[in-house]
């Protein structure tokens, strides 16, 4: 997180900053280049090299002036792009899932590998694996998405022991290789993080993935050796398909964002050196709601509560929920209720939850 790359904003001592896997574009990535872009330009010697195996550079050397590109070419190992002949289901009804675990199945009976599937979110998982179970696939069926615990994580991404299928969300899109798979099932949706400028909140909202999204699904199938992916749209919908997904930092809440900025002495959010300026109607809605709690003062100052929440790994407005517990004495209630407001699947299976 942010929190970590920069915890001093002068960054003494260090020379060069690696951001990786650049293309993924979120938000904290666009924050720590625009922090060294002002370290930069205050006369801070400071290098950055930014590394990604899928970028448009264009826009990042313009951002950059003088920069230079380099080049580094990998091993290609050949891939099949194979399209259903049916459209893409928009909606995750029982119609998706038995084309989902029909493709599985097909796919199952053509390669000895491991199948990686991917799905828009946790309960979508959870339901397509029910489904696998009461069909009797003969394979183990895995899970991979961020709320996992690390160790499962680590265990997924390990060399299998045995024939699997891996049901994931858009975690394993890029930036990992989950050893063993030869074999992609995209469905072609994303549940993807958009603020409502109405109500001032975030929700996931389900999407069809983009142009570039589906040539990172597709390059999993082949990282070890030749694969397959199929994508379960035809072929003439990818004309409809948006070439690239906005960035985060034009569809998301930016109150964090800013708060962390002013933690910095930045109180002009505007001329910040964002790399994609975030529309001014997301950084007003920010400003107004870090205002309206307490967080920043009326001159975008960093309040003594702005502090206190900087501390906390919660958004704002759940941190001020806790801060205010914490004054009235229902410290560990208001913990309870941030988290829960802050978890998307807070009612995981299985799990039991006291709350006095």
Known sequence: SLHDALPISELKGVDLIVLDAFHERNLNQDLVLGCLRELQELGRPIKILIMSATLDVRALMKYLPGCQHIDVPGVIFPLEIRHSNQPLRLQTDYQFYDRVVQAIETAALETDGDILVFLPGTGEIWRCEERLRERGLKRQVVPLHGSLPLAEQREVLAPPRTKRVILS?????????????????????????????????????LTRISQFNARQRAGRAARQKSGV?????????????????????????????????????????????????????????????????????QDRRLSDLGAQLIRYPLPPRWGALLAMAEVNGEGALGAKISSILNERDFADRGATTEFE
Do not use: Y
């Not at 994303?190 to 409502?196: H, R, T």
């Not at 964090?256 to 910095?264: I, R, V």
């Open 169 to 205: 969300t858009n975690v394993a899109e890029a930036s990992v290789t989950v050893q063993g798979v030869d074999f992609v099932i995209d469905t072609g949706l994303a549940k993807v993080m958009e603020m409502n400028p109405h109500s001032g909140f975030s929700s996931l909202e």
């Open 229 to 297: 992916c199929w994508r379960l749209w035809t072929s003439h919908e990818e004309a409809t398909q948006l070439v690239e997904m906005p960035a985060e930092s034009q569809r998301a809440d930016l109150a964090q964002a800013l708060l962390l900025l002013s933690h910095f002495g930045i109180s002009d959010f505007a001329s910040f050196a964002w790399f994609e300026r975030p529309p001014s109607a997301m950084l007003d809605i920010a400003i107004r709601s870090l205002i309206k709690i307490g967080a920043l003062t």
